[in-house]
């Protein structure tokens, strides 16, 4: 029940309450404790019950004062404990406040179609002009290029969702001749492995009871059990590949069904075709048909030579090793989809910490109110503008933290992925260095953003 959006909504209303009776409360401490402290017992003994009574008072509305301000930020912590769970493979704790009937809006909201329309909305909002770029057909080489790379990485997330096969496989391979020359890294010490909901037992529990058996053979029938979205990610992923310059490429989405998927730019496979040449395989065009022969020629021969044969056409083609590069960034985006690194970001960039910032506004607020109460409403909307400015640029530079980390977390999941694709991960660490170098380009083209800078 607390691991809801909506249950943070609920605890800053109750701050809210709790928060606006704080200057109440206050001035009623300060009273009693002005009045215990007047009475004096030395020249009125007679009043030394009543001094008491008011000093009990005061330190008890004190303790209510304090459990004003402590209840709210309670209440968050008790349900971000409530909404932790280890992220899978790497065991890092992080909080997503998102119920199992949300997740599965959004799942809802991006299979299919939905996808594509959903990305071509970001990317028309993310070009200033207001239109996407074009996107490549799927008869483009390229965009086979990619989607066959793609698909060899799948069957690696396939690997690690299969956690007893992981396990048979790496003990065959220490055990086999070729253990010492192929990279296979060992299962992980967090497998990925669905997360617990209880919705989900509730939904794996019998329609009726055993005592009334053909009631329950018959709801049996028409019932069928509901499988949350998370129970459920992995493979297909959708694949877009839009024709833009920039070298880069993001991931989106989370859910089964093509939920999830990655956008390559074209701009970044031409970074890596131009770093070093491609292979040119040749490829012979199709013989024409022979020309018909006359009666003449059929009974006598031609004497006019053959006509030459045209030039073998040249069609561009990736090396392996430009290959294993493409592999490195779909690997590293498809472990953000596997990490469920968009449902993290969404729960905290658009519930967790908004509440957080608005609880922390209104409680140095109260904490002012002797101040606000003398200057007057100008001075107190001056400060909740203050405030609310310097605690969201604290919570951008915190998301920025989390952004980091989530890259280097992906990058980390990333080499595993390559390795049981049959990648060697090695490659990475030449990608990434290259990706990170500042001098430009070959053939004397722009400079493209660095793999370290956000994702659009």
């Given at each position: 029940?607390?691991?809801?959006?909506?249950?943070?909504?609920?605890?800053?209303?109750?701050?809210?309450?709790?928060?606006?009776?704080?200057?109440?409360?206050?001035?009623?401490?300060?009273?009693?404790?002005?009045?215990?402290?007047?009475?004096?017992?030395?020249?009125?003994?007679?009043?030394?019950?009543?001094?008491?009574?008011?000093?009990?008072?005061?330190?008890?509305?004190?303790?209510?004062?304090?459990?004003?301000?402590?209840?709210?930020?309670?209440?968050?912590?008790?349900?971000?404990?409530?909404?932790?769970?280890?992220?899978?493979?790497?065991?890092?704790?992080?909080?997503?406040?998102?119920?199992?009937?949300?997740?599965?809006?959004?799942?809802?909201?991006?299979?299919?179609?939905?996808?594509?329309?959903?990305?071509?909305?970001?990317?028309?909002?993310?070009?200033?002009?207001?239109?996407?770029?074009?996107?490549?057909?799927?008869?483009?080489?390229?965009?086979?290029?990619?989607?066959?790379?793609?698909?060899?990485?799948?069957?690696?997330?396939?690997?690690?969702?299969?956690?007893?096969?992981?396990?048979?496989?790496?003990?065959q391979h220490l055990i086999s001749q070729d253990g010492d020359r192929v990279l296979y890294p060992p299962p992980p010490k967090y497998p990925l492995l669905p997360r617990g909901r209880a919705s989900s037992l509730?939904?794996?529990?019998?329609?009726?009871?055993?005592?009334?058996?053909?009631?329950?053979?018959?709801?049996?029938?028409?019932?069928?059990?509901?499988?949350?979205?998370?129970?459920?990610?992995?493979?297909?992923?959708?694949?877009?590949?839009?024709?833009?310059?920039?070298?880069?490429?993001?991931?989106?989405?989370?859910?089964?069904?093509?939920?999830?998927?990655?956008?390559?730019?074209?701009?970044?496979?031409?970074?890596?075709?131009?770093?070093?040449?491609?292979?040119?395989?040749?490829?012979?065009?199709?013989?024409?048909?022979?020309?018909?022969?006359?009666?003449?020629?059929?009974?006598?021969?031609?004497?006019?030579?053959?006509?030459?044969?045209?030039?073998?056409?040249?069609?561009?083609?990736?090396?392996?090793?430009?290959?294993?590069?493409?592999?490195?960034?779909?690997?590293?985006?498809?472990?953000?989809?596997?990490?469920?690194?968009?449902?993290?970001?969404?729960?905290?960039?658009?519930?967790?910490?908004?509440?957080?910032?608005?609880?922390?506004?209104?409680?140095?607020?109260?904490?002012?109110?002797?101040?606000?109460?003398?200057?007057?409403?100008?001075?107190?909307?001056?400060?909740?503008?203050?405030?609310?400015?310097?605690?969201?640029?604290?919570?951008?530079?915190?998301?920025?933290?989390?952004?980091?980390?989530?890259?280097?977390?992906?990058?980390?999941?990333?080499?595993?992925?390559?390795?049981?694709?049959?990648?060697?991960?090695?490659v990475a660490i030449e990608f990434w260095e290259e990706r990170m170098d500042d001098s430009p380009p070959p053939k004397g083209k722009n400079v493209r953003p660095k793999g370290n800078e956000a994702h659009p």
């Open positions: 029940m607390l691991k809801s959006s909506s249950t943070l909504g609920v605890v800053q209303t109750i701050g809210r309450l709790m928060l606006s009776l704080f200057p109440v409360m206050w001035v009623k401490t300060r009273v009693l404790g002005f009045m215990s402290r007047l009475i004096d017992v030395e020249k009125h003994p007679q009043l030394a019950a009543k001094q008491a009574i008011y000093a009990l008072r005061s330190q008890r509305l004190q303790y209510f004062t304090f459990a004003l301000i402590a209840i709210p930020f309670g209440l968050i912590g008790l349900t971000a404990l409530a909404s932790s769970e280890r992220t899978p493979l790497t065991g890092r704790w992080r909080v997503i406040l998102l119920s199992p009937a949300e997740e599965e809006a959004i799942s809802a909201d991006l299979q299919g179609q939905k996808w594509y329309d959903t990305v071509r909305d970001i990317l028309a909002q993310s070009s200033g002009t207001g239109q996407a770029p074009p996107i490549l057909a799927q008869g483009d080489w390229r965009w086979t290029w990619v989607d066959q790379t793609l698909r060899r990485l799948e069957q690696a997330v396939r690997i690690l969702h299969n956690t007893e096969g992981y396990r048979e496989a790496y003990e509730l939904h794996e529990m019998p329609v009726h009871s055993d005592l009334d058996h053909e009631k329950g053979a018959e709801a049996a029938q028409h019932h069928s059990h509901h499988v949350a979205p998370h129970t459920l990610l992995g493979p297909p992923y959708s694949l877009l590949v839009v024709n833009k310059d920039e070298s880069n490429a993001f991931s989106y989405g989370f859910g089964p069904g093509g939920a999830g998927g990655v956008v390559v730019y074209s701009g970044f496979l031409d970074d890596i075709l131009d770093r070093k040449p491609a292979a040119l395989p040749v490829i012979q065009p199709p013989a024409p048909p022979p020309a018909p022969k006359s009666l003449w020629s059929s009974v006598f021969g031609s004497s006019s030579p053959p006509a030459p044969s045209p030039p073998p056409l040249s069609l561009p083609g990736p090396t392996p090793e430009q290959t294993s590069k493409l592999a490195t960034l779909l690997a590293h985006e498809l472990s953000h989809l596997v990490l469920s690194h968009h449902i993290e970001t969404l729960s905290k960039g658009t519930i967790l910490f908004p509440s957080v910032v608005s609880i922390a506004v209104d409680t140095i607020r109260s904490l002012l109110y002797p101040l606000t109460f003398v200057v007057g409403p100008f001075f107190g909307d001056a400060l909740d503008r203050t405030l609310r400015m310097g605690l969201d640029d604290l919570a951008k530079a915190g998301e920025s933290c989390t952004n980091t980390s989530l890259e280097i977390e992906a990058d980390i999941i990333s080499a595993r992925i390559l390795a049981l694709a049959g990648f060697d991960p090695r």
